[in-house]
């Protein structure tokens, strides 16, 4: 299998439940979550199916994952921030506030022309947070690259109040769902070492 990705949290993930991949990095450009007229949910299928297609025609005999999360709070989608100035937009605007984390997920197989797309969501609480409290999390490095521009696998954990939903979501990839995503193309985890790179 090919994970559309060089996400570590995804690679982790999937590594974690056991699933045997290769992980290669998608060439499409990522689609600006700022002009997408559709709601997050659409945004997102769209470019987990656009990461996955990427690497289609360079591995057409193989099942390829491609996902893609964002953060949507009434409306308005959060994606990666652009710099540390829009992460501490980003920050503000979700602190204090019940937010979805949405992840599409795309599975195909070019060869038999099959392929899936669902999308997980995870409502998130974060508690408030102080302008001091944001800038020592942004002196941290952890925002970068990351939807919403915090990562609940770090230490953005502790402004998390309450998580509904899959963890594993928030982290990049609703692990549950894919599992059984796979299972409908004959993949299943096994034991040991389950990541090339």
């Not at 503000?92 to 795309?106: E, H, K, N, P, Y």
């Not at 999390?137 to 925002?143: P, V």
Request: net charge negative; aromatic share 6%; glycine share 8%.
């Amino acid at each position: 299998m090919i994970l559309a990705s060089q996400s570590p949290r995804r690679v982790d993930l999937l590594r974690e439940a056991g699933i045997a991949f290769e992980a290669v990095a998608p060439t499409c450009v990522e689609p600006d979550a700022n002009s997408w007229a559709s709601g997050p949910e659409e945004f997102v299928r769209s470019a987990a199916c656009q990461k996955a297609c990427s690497v289609a025609d360079r591995h057409r005999d193989r099942v390829i994952l491609g996902a893609d999360t964002v953060v949507a709070l009434d409306g308005r989608i959060y994606g990666k921030p652009a710099d540390r100035d829009d992460a501490r937009r980003i920050l503000s605007a979700l602190a204090g506030v019940t937010q979805d984390v949405i992840t599409g997920v795309t599975i195909l197989q070019p060869t038999k022309g099959r392929q899936l797309v669902e999308c997980g969501v995870t409502r998130v609480t974060m508690r408030p947070m102080s302008e001091a409290e944001i800038e020592a999390y942004l002196d941290s490095g952890e925002w970068e690259g990351k939807a919403g521009a915090y990562g609940i696998q770090g230490t953005a954990d502790r402004f998390v109040e309450k998580v509904e939903g899959s963890f594993s979501n928030v982290v990049g990839l609703p692990v549950e769902r894919v599992l059984r995503m796979l299972a409908e193309f004959d993949i299943r985890p096994m034991s040991g070492p389950s990541v090339q790179q």
